[in-house]
């Protein structure tokens, strides 16, 4: 049909469509190049005192504090930050936060207070520097301390909200368990911070791990009428809970519930309940976890797979472990991992299938992946009991371009093979090549 003049018009009317090009990220900077390209974290510190004004900046600062920071040479943290504090380097808060982080990791409280108070001198407190000190006051088991700091948190111009609390939450936890840390969120309440996900989830584990599964119910039920949306992890960690005094009918259930409170289920869900079935041995309980994450449009990934070999290997049933990891790559495109080689070769071992097992871990080579020393041994020692030298002394091969050596019992069942009368000549001359270099 041809087109008329409105129709060519209207065409040309049509407004072009350009396509949304990002911008590149800025290049860096030539003298932060330069700070990082120095062999020694001293060597730019000196670099950066003695540079030009102009470039007495905060990223260059931070660059050299966070070197200094990393190689652990914190004693020359305290007389870089005054000298940057006589040039007027304006550092921002996020620096003194990471260095607060890297010496609570070092367990150098003291040192971290120091940096602390320093922070007045360059810029004003903020929440990412006042969690910083909260964080590691707590993992250093100064959870007193850490709660001393919240009243003081108005003077320093910051507002505690409910990451504050988080944080004291985690640590009260861990060293006086549910009935504590529920105090804690009464506190919050009565001082009107909203808690999150993050505060009851917390709560939620704890209560499980202690095996107060009431509570623990009670507990999403209360997020629920708090506005809290419970998530994936709630509904895991009650999962956990339900499958360690043994109420797995009742931690399947819990799928029905998450999509009931319009929850999606996600991969960790699923491993719960993998985990769960394979301490029992149900195999095909996880195959059919496994088929329900394919309908719900989840992709099972190596750690699914894992649990799946890892309990057909514990049943000693290693051909279908192997048609796993086949289907782990063929239907689901999931790489397996070193783990998942080093499940399913043990597993071979075990059951003394030493050629597949050979399958298995040239599978592995070809992967970029290595099995560990004992498995080498026991590779090598099971070949050289069935008679297969010459497969013996390729694993053998492998294992000294590792650097790894063979014990006097694996040496004398590889000399047993070979120096049988049905060994070929090849086999020999390789095997008295691989003691030559022993």
């Known amino acids: 049909m041809p087109a008329t003049a409105a129709t060519r018009s209207s065409r040309r009317r049509r407004p072009k469509k350009f396509l949304y090009k990002p911008k590149p990220p800025p290049e860096p900077h030539p003298f932060l190049l330069h700070l990082k390209s120095l062999p020694s974290p001293v060597a730019a510190a000196a670099a950066l005192l003695s540079a030009p004004r102009h470039l007495h900046d905060h990223p260059f600062a931070a660059c050299v504090l966070y070197r200094l920071a990393r190689a652990r040479l914190f004693p020359l943290l305290p007389p870089l930050l005054a000298a940057l504090r006589s040039l007027r380097v304006p550092l921002r808060p996020t620096a003194f936060a990471a260095l607060i982080d890297r010496l609570g990791a070092a367990s150098r409280l003291d040192a971290a207070l120091l940096v602390f108070c320093a922070v007045p001198a360059f810029c004003s407190h903020s929440s990412t520097t006042f969690h910083a000190l909260l964080h590691a006051l707590v993992c250093n088991g100064r959870v007193d301390a850490a709660r001393e700091m919240l009243p003081q948190a108005p003077k320093l111009g910051v507002r505690t909200n409910a990451v504050s609390y988080n944080i004291i939450l985690k640590g009260v936890c861990h060293r006086d368990g549910f009935s504590g840390a529920r105090a804690v969120l009464e506190e919050m309440l009565a001082r009107g911070v909203r ?11 704890t209560a499980c791990r202690e095996g107060e599964l009431a509570a623990a119910e009670r507990l999403v039920d209360e997020m629920a009428r708090r506005g809290v949306a419970p998530n994936a992890v709630t509904y895991a960690l009650l999962t956990q809970g339900l499958c360690d005094v043994g109420r797995y009918d009742e931690a399947s259930k819990l799928m029905f519930d998450m999509e009931y409170r319009d929850c999606q289920p996600e991969a960790a869900n699923y491993g719960v309940l993998m985990s769960a079935c394979a ?27 894992n649990v799946l070999i890892r309990c057909l290997c514990d049943a000693g049933r290693v051909d279908e472990a192997h048609r796993a990891l086949v289907e782990m790559q063929l239907k689901d495109g999931a790489a397996p991992s070193a783990a998942t080689y080093r499940v399913l070769l043990d597993g071979c071992c075990e059951a003394r299938d030493f050629e597949l097992g050979l399958r298995v871990f040239n599978a592995m080579l070809a992967s970029g992946h290595c099995p560990l020393a004992r498995t080498f041994r026991h590779l090598v020692r099971g070949l050289g009991e069935d008679g297969k030298g010459e497969e013996a002394c390729f694993v053998l091969e492998q294992m000294a371009l590792r650097g790894l050596r063979l014990d006097a019992e694996g040496w004398q069942s590889v000399a047993a093979c070979v120096c049988s009368s049905s060994s070929s000549a090849s086999e020999v001359k390789l095997f008295d090549d691989l003691v030559s270099s022993a």
């Open 279 to 305: 301490l029992r041995g149900d195999a095909e309980g996880v195959r059919q976890l496994i088929s329900d994450m394919r309908k719900r449009k989840l992709k099972p990934d190596d750690a699914s797979y």
């Open 195 to 205: 808690p999150t996900v993050v505060t009851f989830n917390t709560l939620v584990g």
